[in-house]
């Protein structure tokens, strides 16, 4: 099995954190919803850009339907996810709110045993466990 999701993975984590912290930064003099607009017109500047210039751009009519439609409620998820994160670094410390968002990771575990089929050992579960609680004990301070 290849880890090159391990390397993919351990990025997005470095990108996450800068996000929390540039966002606190960010917000701090704006309306969250506006902030929250600003971050999706850059990111969707940005793939747009990468995705022309590697030729792939043009795909996207070639998805089938069933795609776009979990694609589409995937993209709410997001939307709403981004509009909750930012109003809660704009009223709180990141170093809170980020440890309350990424309890995520065990509702994807939770969501993924159940509707997924996945399926985690006793050390998977403890670690989410862990995970748990090490992010209410964060969020606590």
């Known amino acids: ?5 391990l390397f993919w993975a351990l990025l997005a ?10 966002a606190k ?18 990111i969707l500047a940005l793939l747009a850009g990468f995705l022309a210039a590697t ?3 043009r ?7 069933r795609t776009y439609l979990w694609l589409a409620l995937s993209g709410v998820a997001t939307g709403a996810s981004w509009v909750c994160y930012f109003r809660a670094l704009k009223l709180g410390q990141a170093s809170q709110v980020a440890p ?4 995520s990771v065990v509702l994807v575990a939770i969501l993924a045993a159940l509707f997924l089929g996945e399926k985690l050992s006793a050390a998977g579960w ?4 862990m995970i748990a609680g ?8």
């Open 55 to 57: 030729g792939r751009l």
């Open 25 to 42: 930064v960010g917000v701090s003099a704006v309306d969250p919803d506006l902030a929250t607009l600003v971050r999706t017109l850059v």
């Open 1 to 5: 099995m290849s880890s090159a999701w």
């Open 126 to 129: 403890t670690g989410v466990a």
């Open 13 to 22: 984590a470095v990108f996450a954190a800068l996000t929390a912290i540039l």
């Open 100 to 103: 309350i968002d990424k309890l």
């Open 134 to 141: 090490g992010a209410i004990l964060l969020a606590r301070g």
């Open 59 to 65: 795909a996207v009519g070639s998805l089938p339907g």
